[in-house]
Each structure stands twice: as structure tokens, then as C-alpha cells.
């Protein structure tokens, strides 16, 4: 059944699903309605990482899970509000899909949007579709990034049109840049290059970067699996790319702990030029605290 599902493909070649794309985003659109609806509603507590987590975290979970339990009855789910046994099962199957049910907890908490439930599809160790609803109050506001079956990424935001998305390129000589970071980081002195910072939460980084909004992506933390992949995959298919900021490789993902290592999101020559003039140094000195520290395996 797996292999009626999925094809084998190379960045020329296009993607091959008979499962409804449609059907998929309407599973994810419903499990981040439900947190809207249930912000400013619930208590939050902490897990064993010192992250929080609330019970709009665990709905959306099980309103994931459970629906594509209907779409794609074949394709095991690692969630991060399931088990370790629950998330260790579904990695045995190649393919597999990976869930944030709700990215940006502690921005939810505290009553902001930005937030998001973040959906991958992976093939192994790599992401090959993602799925980034950013709910909102008002549904004119409500964006939703995706990967599509022609192997190209998309937003829709409200009733508009889908709009195709392309990573930025910018040339060696460029002495300002556009950057996604978090709420808390500070400008970082790079060589007499200039970076103005575009605040966005977790994944949702990449998702500005692939719209071309930002130039970079940044995460000069250890973040985990569910918080990137599927935002990975939709600046893949923008492309861009999310690299390692030590190797400069390309991030794959199965590591111990599902974690991912600090690094740098957005077009391959923007990066690397990045990277060269020594960019994961000056970030090495504005590390993260708190629970993204402690996911480092």
C-alpha cells in the first residue's frame, strides 16, 4: 500500500500521492481552530524538558492523529504529545508523519498569535511535504503554508488566492539582510553586515523565509523534529534549504531525542556565504536558554 502511496523522487522529478492534499489541510486547519478557540481557556504545566503544554496541545494532537487515521490510514504519526513508546513505533516505518499539534506554546499561553500546527511527511530522515496553519481570530488573518503535489510551496491566507513561494537570493556584496529569529534574540555583529530582525515563532521562521519576507531563518538553539520538519520541507520546496550551522549540511532529522542542531534556513548561496563569513560564531554567543538548550542529545 505504501508504495501506491508514495514514489521515490529527485528534486526533478514530481511528487506521486493518491491520498487528497486538501484532505490533509483540512485535518490540520481543524486541529489549529480548536486552539484559537481554546486560547485563554486553559492552564498550562510543565513536562519533563521544562517546556510547557496545555490541553489545547493534546487536542489538536488527537484531532491530527485521529483524522488522518481517515486520510491516510497506512502512514503512522510521531507527535510530540504522544509517547516515547507511541513515537519509537512510528519510527520504524519509512514513511512517516511528524506533528507539532501546536508550535509556539508558551506564545500561546501568553495570548499571542504566531502560533501553529505544524504537519511533516517523511521518507526516512527527510522531509517531503509540509503543512504550517497559523491560526488567527480574525479568518481574513488565518495563513496556511503548504507543500503542493507539483512539488511547489504555497500560502493562502484567508479567502485569497494561493500565492507561490520563492526563497530570496541575496548577492555576497549585500550589507543588510532581513532575518527570522525569535522573540528574545538580539542583533548579531557579522563583518560589517547588517542583519534587521523579523520576529516569528518556531517554525514559523522558515515559513517567512520561504515567503521571501526574510532572507535567513535562524535557530542558534537545539530544537526538535516536530518544530521544523514540516516548515523544512515547504523552504525546500521554495528553494531554500535548513543547514547545520557547524557542518553547513543540510539538516536531516532521527536523531536520539528527536533533535535538531542549531541551524540557518533559507537559500543554499545566501546561506553558505553566511556561513563563511562566520555566522554560526556570532550566534554561538547569543544561545538560547531553558528548555532548547536542555534537547541537545
Not at 204 to 223: H, M, P, Q, S, Y
Request: hydrophobic fraction near 35%.
Amino acid at each position: 500500500m505504501l508504495k501506491k502511496l508514495f514514489n521515490i523522487f529527485s528534486k526533478k522529478e514530481k511528487l506521486n500521492f493518491e491520498f487528497d492534499f486538501q484532505e490533509v489541510m483540512a485535518v490540520v486547519e481543524k486541529a489549529g481552530d480548536k486552539t484559537q478557540e481554546l486560547q485563554g481557556h486553559v492552564m498550562a504545566s510543565d513536562k519533563a524538558d521544562g517546556s510547557p503544554v496545555t490541553l489545547a496541545d493534546r487536542k489538536s494532537s488527537r484531532i491530527v492523529i485521529e483524522g488522518l487515521k481517515t486520510v491516510t490510514p497506512d502512514i503512522p504519526v510521531i507527535s510530540e504529545e504522544s509517547t516515547e513508546a507511541e513515537n519509537a513505533e512510528a519510527a520504524k516505518s519509512r514513511l512517516h508523519w511528524v506533528l507539532d499539534p501546536l508550535d509556539g506554546t508558551r506564545t500561546y499561553i501568553d495570548g499571542h498569535e504566531g502560533y501553529g500546527c505544524h504537519l511533516a511527511l517523511m521518507d526516512g530522515n527527510t522531509p517531503v511535504l509540509g503543512f504550517a496553519y497559523f491560526p488567527s481570530a480574525d479568518s481574513e488573518k488565518r495563513r496556511h503554508y503548504y507543500t503542493e503535489k507539483d512539488g511547489h510551496a504555497y500560502v493562502k491566507t484567508g479567502s485569497s488566492k494561493p500565492i507561490r513561494l520563492k526563497v530570496s537570493k541575496v548577492g555576497k556584496r549585500a550589507r543588510k539582510l532581513t532575518a527570522a529569529t525569535g522573540w528574545k534574540d538580539k542583533t548579531l555583529a557579522l563583518n560589517g553586515t547588517e542583519l534587521e530582525l523579523h520576529r516569528a515563532v518556531g517554525g514559523g521562521r522558515l515559513c517567512v523565509a520561504a515567503e521571501g519576507k526574510t532572507d535567513i531563518a535562524v535557530f542558534n538553539g537545539w530544537f526538535s523534529d516536530w518544530d521544523l520538519a514540516a516548515a523544512h520541507a515547504i523552504i525546500k520546496a521554495a528553494g531554500g534549504d535548513l543547514f547545520d550551522m557547524e557542518t553547513g549540511k543540510p539538516i536531516t532529522y532521527g536523531r536520539p531525542n528527536y533533535a535538531v542542531p542549531p541551524s540557518l534556513g533559507g537559500h543554499p548561496d545566501t546561506v553558505k556565504h553566511l556561513l563563511d563569513k562566520g555566522f554560526h560564531q556570532a550566534a554561538r554567543s547569543k544561545p538560547f536558554s531553558g528548555a532548547h538548550k536542555r534537547r541537545q542529545p
